[in-house]
């Protein structure tokens, strides 16, 4: 069973930096692809990052691309995402996840629904 556990969280002033990470258990076969998703008040749940764990490719939002960076630390079992020049429209909750699916790093990635393990989600409030 994978568990996937977000911190770093908080309030970050617009053009500042926030690092959010996310430490994952459980069988690495069961956690191919890594990734960030968010959900704002009101609005859908958004991909933000994702990151293949094999090879360490990477897919990333158009919204965030240039800004954000996903990477991983595999011998924590830990994922980042480095939030740089966050913009108000950032603020959401974003939630970690994982599954065995090895694609999300193809054209188009993968939606929601493949994704198998979900974290309690951390906070990001960006002020202007």
Known sequence: QVQVVESGGG????GGSLRLSCVASGPAT???CMGWF?????KEREGV???YTGRGS???ATSVKGRFTISQDNAKNTVYLQMNSPKPEDTAMYYCTATPDFRCTNMGGLT???YNYWGQGTQVTVSS
């Open 58 to 60: 990477t897919n990333y």
């Open 49 to 51: 990052a994702f990151i």
């Open 11 to 14: 309030s970050v002033q617009e």
């Open 38 to 42: 968010r959900q704002a008040p009101g």
């Open 30 to 32: 069961s956690r191919n």
């Open 112 to 114: 929601a629904r493949a």
